[in-house]
């Protein structure tokens, strides 16, 4: 008999998740026979003319999404490739967030997001501490579109924090605002993607314990 196909959408939060989504997650999940589908949140729908797509603002805005494309009956599982980095302070979960260990916290997020959304093929992932954090995890293969010193800044930032997750969230030293300082010629839809790609999902979750413990629901 044959198995009937499983049907998985990623909401994605900008261009560059949605071209690592298209490059490196969906693949992987359609080896593991998922017909997966991807779109971007839409920022704001004007009276005239199309939405604009991109960026995360607000929990209005993501509930809208989420809700419209939970009418689909025939999709399986929704998830979400979301930064934890400047994730909406109104959002579920965000304000009584638990001290201490990070990966807590951010669990802690996402349990309180698929509460209030209410429907089990809903599964939201938010990547810590934003999506540039693979790209620290893929230094080596940035080295080489870029230059070695920079992938030897990359890894230094990575031992010291204990990870590429672990690289902080501050304005000014979030994943993102660090390749930038760094390399001010960094195409963060490009570079990255690339360096990712080159990388492999093996490799990057075997550095990365909160994007393999997503990944891992979709094996199971």
């Known amino acids: 008999m044959t198995r009937a196909l499983r049907r998985l959408h990623l909401l994605v939060e900008g ?5 690592v989504a298209d490059l490196v997650i969906r693949p992987h999940l359609e080896r593991l026979g998922w017909t997966t589908s991807l779109s971007l949140v839409k920022t704001k729908r004007p009276a005239a003319g ?7 603002t607000g929990w209005r805005q993501v509930e809208r999404d989420v809700r419209l494309l939970l009418n689909d009956t025939s999709l399986d599982v929704l998830t979400t490739l979301f930064d934890y980095y400047a994730f909406p302070d109104e959002c579920p979960g965000m304000a009584d967030r638990p001290p201490g260990d990070v990966y807590r916290r951010v669990e802690h997020v996402e349990r309180c997001l698929a509460e209030v959304v209410g429907d089990r093929r809903f599964r939201p992932n938010l990547v810590l501490h934003e999506l540039e954090a693979w790209v620290f995890a893929a230094a080596d293969e ?10 030897e800044r990359l890894k230094r930032d990575v ?11 501050g304005p000014a030293t979030a994943p ?16 990255g993607p690339i360096a990712v790609e080159e990388l492999g999902v093996a490799r990057l979750r075997a550095v990365c314990p909160h994007l393999d413990a997503w990944l891992r629901t979709f094996e199971e």
């Open 15 to 19: 261009q560059t998740e949605e071209v």
């Open 50 to 56: 199309p939405a604009h797509k991109g960026g995360i």
């Open 142 to 151: 940035l080295g080489l579109l870029l230059g070695v010193e920079l992938a």
């Open 159 to 169: 031992a010291a924090a204990g990870g590429p997750e672990l690289v902080n969230d």
């Open 176 to 191: 993102s605002k660090r390749l930038l300082a760094y390399c001010p010629t960094y195409l963060k839809t490009s570079d």
